[in-house]
């Protein structure tokens, strides 16, 4: 019998035997796909569990969290939002927030604010960047989460520092420094020199400029320390002044005019050397004068309140309200304390009316000053300006003119110094930080280059060595003495010290107040 050809077929597929070729390629069986697809299942959810229960989801995450979460490695939720499933700012308010800070230390709100100092610009934004865009997690347990890399700001801010950075704002559009003082830099330095007996002109710069406790800025100029010495000696007097009563025309009270007249404030008259007031017939010197002298102030606020009967606030400084916008909360203090001082005076009164108005003044004054210390509240400045309209329109211009030339007289041994304006002596900015936007560490660049090194603009070295006059001009309180940014560009670029912008701005605002542990434990309004 001859042999069967070979079919091209090998089998038959279903009930009605359907044929199946050859290159038809083979099936498996269901039932096996089924098993194995649920053990796959299996092994996948069993890995899930584990990593959740004992490896801290950290096969499901980017990556493990830093030292400072990892205590949250078993718990997603507690960063990650439900929804979004990203890092929200909500969450990292939950443990860096204080509890009842309405506007956030660590908000981009805060942020402007910190920077600027314009409370316009705390509107938040749907475009603001989230923590998590700066602060990115999943890195490892050394990584710094502080550590914020360059490029998260120059998303939203200049290239780089050797090319992008601006100049800086006093550099750039040549903001004077406060002109409040008659100071010229060299004559001062020359006069230090000689008293100290110093060779270097840098150790004469620190006599003046003393370094805070951790060496990175300066503590603010004071008198007592820096200009006593050979300012206002035992022989400083005023001019003889017209006596209040014994003229026609406008006149200062002496120390018993002052305690018959009484007012609110006036505890040190009792204190006083009435030896210091000196009778001439109808005008009076009084010699010693003393710094911020408190029977020259008294006198010119009384004279002053003349001109201006309804200034405000401003009669409770002492000087005038000539604050940067950084330095507006000094006002308000300032406030307070002299409402502190003049309530402290009407503690002997016996009357109990009084006592109990001094009680309610006293909660009140205690509330305002608890309001203004926030470091995030708003504050507005022009209370305390003395503005031509506030002018009392019913002086006669003739009466206003003696007024003002009896407060020059008044205030002659202070404007030897001093600037006055409006009667009021001009205030001086004894805090001299300029790089509001910027931290700036004296003792880390100090042992690089010297003092004049950097601060140039005027030309000190130059007239030391020649012992010329320096020319008003190129010597004054309002030039700011301080480098432009190719100064330090010499040293900060890639190939030496570092120009990553954390090295010299921080973000997020008033860190000191972190200290504090109370607010946190509050409860959220």
């Given amino acids: 019998m001859a042999k069967r050809r070979r079919s091209g077929l090998k089998g038959s597929f279903g009930e009605p035997r359907l044929p199946v070729a050859r290159s038809y390629p083979p099936q498996a069986s269901r039932r096996r796909m089924v098993v194995l697809g649920a053990a796959v299942a299996a092994v996948v959810v069993a890995a899930v569990a584990w990593d959740r229960l004992a490896g801290g989801s950290e096969l499901i995450s980017g990556g493990p969290l830093s030292s400072s979460h990892a205590v949250f490695a078993g718990d997603c939720g507690h960063c990650h939002d439900a929804r979004s499933r990203s890092a929200s700012d909500r969450q990292c308010a939950v443990c860096h927030e204080k509890a009842g800070d309405g506007l956030g230390i660590h908000t981009f ?35 710094a989460i502080t550590r914020v890399d ?24 040549a903001i004077p420094d406060s002109g409040a003082l008659r100071f010229p830099h060299t004559h001062h330095l020359r006069e230090v020199m000689k008293r100290e007996q110093l060779a270097d002109p ?42 209040a009563g014994a003229t026609d025309g406008p006149g200062v009270l002496d120390l018993e005019q002052l305690a018959a007249d009484g007012g609110p404030g006036l ?15 109808s005008l009076v010197v009084k010699a010693p004068v003393h710094h911020r002298d408190p029977w020259v102030l008294e006198n010119l606020r009384r004279l002053r309140r003349r001109l201006y009967p309804d200034a405000g606030l401003a009669d409770l400084l002492r000087v005038s309200a000539d604050a940067p916008p950084h330095a507006v909360r000094e006002l308000y203090l300032e406030a307070v304390a002299t409402l502190e001082e003049q309530a402290e005076g009407l503690r002997g009164r016996p009357e109990p009316e009084v006592q109990q108005q001094l009680a309610a003044i006293r909660q009140l004054v205690a509330e305002a000053r608890r309001r203004i ?27 206003a003119a003696a007024i003002e030339r009896l407060g020059g007289e008044l205030t002659e041994p202070c404007r030897r110094c001093h600037l006055v304006r409006d009667l009021t002596i001009v205030r001086v900015e004894t805090d001299q930080r300029q790089l509001r936007r910027a931290e700036f560490d004296h003792r880390a660049h ?8 950097c601060h140039d603009v ?25 480098p432009t940014i190719a100064t330090c560009r010499e040293c900060h670029e890639p190939r ?12 997020h605002p008033d860190r000191g107040q972190r200290a504090e542990l109370l607010p946190y434990t509050r409860e959220a309004p």
């Fill in 446 to 453: 100090v042992v690089q280059r010297r003092c004049l090194d």
């Fill in 150 to 173: 360059s490029g998260a700001c120059r998303a939203c801010h200049f290239a780089d520092f050797g090319a992008g950075h601006p100049e800086f704002d006093f550099a750039a559009e």
């Fill in 373 to 399: 210390e926030q470091p995030l509240a708003p504050l507005d400045e022009t209370s305390f300006l003395l503005a031509l309209d506030r002018r009392d329109p019913a002086l006669p211009a003739a009466e």
């Fill in 202 to 243: 840098e150790r004469a710069c620190l006599y003046c400029h003393q370094a805070t406790a951790d060496g990175r800025n300066f503590q603010p100029l004071d008198f007592d320390r820096h200009c006593d010495a050979c300012h206002l000696d035992a022989a400083t007097a005023t001019p003889g002044l017209p006596l």
């Fill in 496 to 507: 030496q010290a570092a120009d990553r912008c954390v090295t010299c701005h921080r973000f």
């Fill in 267 to 281: 505890r040190w008259v009792y204190f006083s050397n009435p030896a210091e007031l000196r009778r001439r017939g």
């Fill in 458 to 482: 005027i030309p000190m070295r130059q007239f030391l060595e020649s012992g010329e006059p320096v020319p008003a001009e190129l010597d004054r309180s309002e030039i700011q003495n301080l």
């Fill in 109 to 143: 709100a805060a942020h402007y604010l910190y920077r600027s100092d314009d409370f316009r610009r705390v509107v938040p934004s749907e475009h603001e960047t989230p923590c998590s865009g700066c602060h990115g997690e999943h890195r490892g347990r050394d990584a």
